[in-house]
């Protein structure tokens, strides 16, 4: 009986490159004990995105149809509300009459901010003989977020191919993945990043010199040169400034009364998907029998209003660095390598949050744990 609700119509959609385009293994729901991972053409910010739709008329099939839509949408879906306002959702949908407050790509969560939607039609009204093919093309396509698949958000990019019809329309989604590049450790404070991942730099000129005719004027050559030269040395300041304050050491002191002083060490607070953590632990106090202690890197995807949050940790990275009580003096180096992990970097928006944290645990010989937990900015680079 199957064979008799089969769709008339094959759509595929291909990316140009496709096969030679980089892909990301992504699992295919977090949630589940189901380890399998689907593999997703990679996308830049402002990369164009062009392909090929083709239409697959079954044979000896005819197909009326009242036009084609080509969409590309990107969405924030969630699985708990977290008490985040339900009018969010109808509001973010009404960028479409075709938009869903379920998500497109997994149906336990439901779509609370399309936050992209750009659509034109492919084909006009008509009739179906044979297989057509069209192409498509969204230029400079700007991409807001990262692409991210979370216990309970997902951002998520798809292609979908609509085929508009009397009865029942007939449509077809492919979904893609997004990176974001950026370079915060050296972007300095006049320096903005635009949607397209470009710089501008904004000058430190006072409204009334920009306003006043008569400084336009009389403003000579030599006066222009020397303004972009300051220009240029705030810059460079400002570089060096960020540089400086992002290299600076952080330190955290983790102390029980008469009992235990650790001072945790590391050079810096920002860091690449692929850099390298290096810091050391050094024992200034050390009364307590310490049984073990380790270091974890913790992903903590935070969801919802405040007041009502859906908070989850993600122990990212775990392992054990010492064995037994310290004695009074003794330091130990810490070099923690990102590359070989599949970290994710800080994200930030109105419904949800993704920040990573360093979680330096004591555990004593009584099974007592003490820790301490400091935030790190993670960011992606090419």
Known sequence: MSMFFKSPIDIEILLDSEESRKHVEVPTSVNSTNSRKESLPLVEDGET??????????????VEHLGVKISVVGSIDMQKLGGAPSSSASKSSSASSNASNYSATDS????????LYLSYDLCPPGELQHS????????????????????NVDVSYYIKVTVTRKSTDISKIKKFWVYLYNDISKTPNNVTITKTGTKRITNDISEDETNDPANEDTRSKDDANDT????????KAAIEDKANAVAKPVKLDIGIDNCLHIEFEYVKSQYTLKDVIVGRIYFLLTRLRVKYMELSLITRESSGVKQNSVIIDTTAIRFEIMDGSPVKGETIPIRLFLGGYDLIPNMSCNYFT??????????DEDGRRYFKQSEIVLYRTR
Do not use: C, H
Not at 132 to 148: N, R, T
């Open 354 to 363: 993704v920040k990573n944290y360093l979680s330096l645990v004591i555990i």
């Open 49 to 62: 995105l062009k392909g090929i739709v083709t239409l697959r008329v079954r044979e000896g099939k005819k």
């Open 108 to 115: 336990k969560k439901r779509q609370v901010d399309q936050f």
């Open 228 to 235: 972009s030269s300051s220009n240029d040395n705030k810059s």
């Open 132 to 151: 057509q093919s069209f192409p498509f093309v969204f230029k400079d396509l700007a991409k807001m977020y990262e692409s991210y698949r979370g216990k």
